[in-house]
């Protein structure tokens, strides 16, 4: 399987962006999906996942609210909107997917595969 993220880019705080992760040779539904990210000088954090099992999304506390997770079956996709950006939500972002149990959705080893990671900068 292959996963493409992309739509980041440089905004200003309390823009929004649209990222979206782009699966190929699996369905996305299938598998658990999750979105981490990672800025310099810090370990890969979790922003949002779907659980395949009940199909709810989880949110970190720092994005719920500003943050939406949705999928378009049709084009195997999954986007994350994220709306009233801060400075603090610069970072590269991932989408992976994984045969994720639900306990597990937030812990980045829990998936086995990952896109390639777009950058996100928040300008103050």
């Known amino acids: 399987v292959q996963l493409q993220a992309s739509g980041g880019g440089l905004v200003q705080a309390g823009g929004s962006l649209r990222l979206s992760c782009a699966a190929s040779?699996?369905?996305?539904?299938?598998?658990?999906t999750g979105w981490f990210r990672q800025a310099p000088g810090k370990e890969r954090e979790f922003v949002a996942a779907t659980s395949r099992s009940n199909g709810r999304t989880y949110y970190a506390d720092s994005v719920k609210g500003r943050f939406t997770v949705s999928r378009d079956n049709a084009k195997n996709t999954v986007h994350l909107q994220m709306n009233n950006l801060k400075p603090e939500n610069t970072a590269v972002y991932y989408c992976?997917?994984?045969?994720?149990?639900?306990?597990?959705?937030?812990?980045?080893?829990?998936?086995?595969?990952w896109g390639q990671g777009t950058q996100v900068t928040v300008s103050s």
């Open positions: 992976a997917i994984g045969r994720v149990i639900l306990s597990s959705l937030r812990d980045y080893e829990a998936y086995n595969q």
């Open positions: 040779g699996r369905t996305l539904s299938d598998y658990g």
